[in-house]
T-cell receptor, first 114, second 116 residues
């Protein structure tokens, strides 16, 4: 059974700092990995999707990497801003069996202080 | 941009009531999903629909049913609401695409449901 872990559970940084969020998964047989952002009381916003054949994806100040063999992904946020404060979730889509579903981590709560 | 719209942001119902949560997407996506999100438990899949009138149970289907009569609309039904169904409910959709593995899921803003 696929399990997804995100460390740390919470992170507080000063504005302008570069930071890395971590995601690990137990089964490397995946189609893709997706990073989401969730603001308090809201739904999820898709940030980046990395296919299993890719090593990284970039969007603006965000860069996500994927090391499928070791079961790890990182989300790098450059020059953090208070508006980046949110919960960040990663989710993997397995390639066998129930391959329609995403398995989510519990998220990292990021606070960027002005 | 993909738009997934959930009919209510907040809903308060009583124990034993039949509750309908509605979700509409505007991108002609084949796949639609219902999740619930609870503190400490994360997101859990309730039901999935891969096309009109087609559905599959997710991880926690007990106490719920779904309806997909039209491609753009996916309804979650609480047959007899109970207090342990108080939660945030999230709907999502995804394009099946020509390479099924590579389409992102898009989420609505969620419905915070309280059962009293």
């Amino acid at each position: 059974k696929q399990e997804v872990t995100q460390i740390p559970a919470a992170l507080s940084v000063p504005e302008g700092e570069n930071l890395v969020l971590n995601c690990s998964f137990t089964d490397s047989a995946i189609y893709n990995l997706q990073w989401f952002r969730q603001d308090p009381g809201k739904g999820l916003t898709s940030l980046l999707l990395i296919q299993s054949s890719q090593r990284e994806q970039t969007s603006g100040r965000l860069n996500a990497s994927l090391d499928k063999s070791s079961g790890r992904s990182t989300l790098y946020i450059a020059a953090s801003q208070p508006g980046d404060s949110a919960t960040y979730l990663c989710a993997v889509r397995v390639s066998g069996g129930s391959n329609y579903k995403l398995t989510f981590g519990k998220g990292t709560l990021l606070t960027v202080n002005p | 941009d993909v738009k997934v719209t959930q009919s209510s942001r907040y809903l308060v119902k009583r124990t034993g009531e039949k509750v309908f949560l509605e979700c509409v997407q505007d991108m002609d996506h084949e796949n639609m999903f219902w999740y619930r999100q609870d503190p400490g438990l994360g997101l859990r899949l309730i039901y999935f629909s891969y096309d009109v009138k087609m559905k599959e149970k997710g991880d926690i289907p007990e106490g719920y049913s779904v309806s997909r009569e039209k491609k753009e609309r996916f309804s979650l039904i609480l047959e007899s609401a109970s207090t342990n169904q108080t939660s945030m409910y999230l709907c999502a959709s995804r394009d099946r695409g020509d390479r099924v593995s590579n389409q992102p899921q898009h989420f609505g803003d969620g419905t915070r449901l309280s059962i009293l």
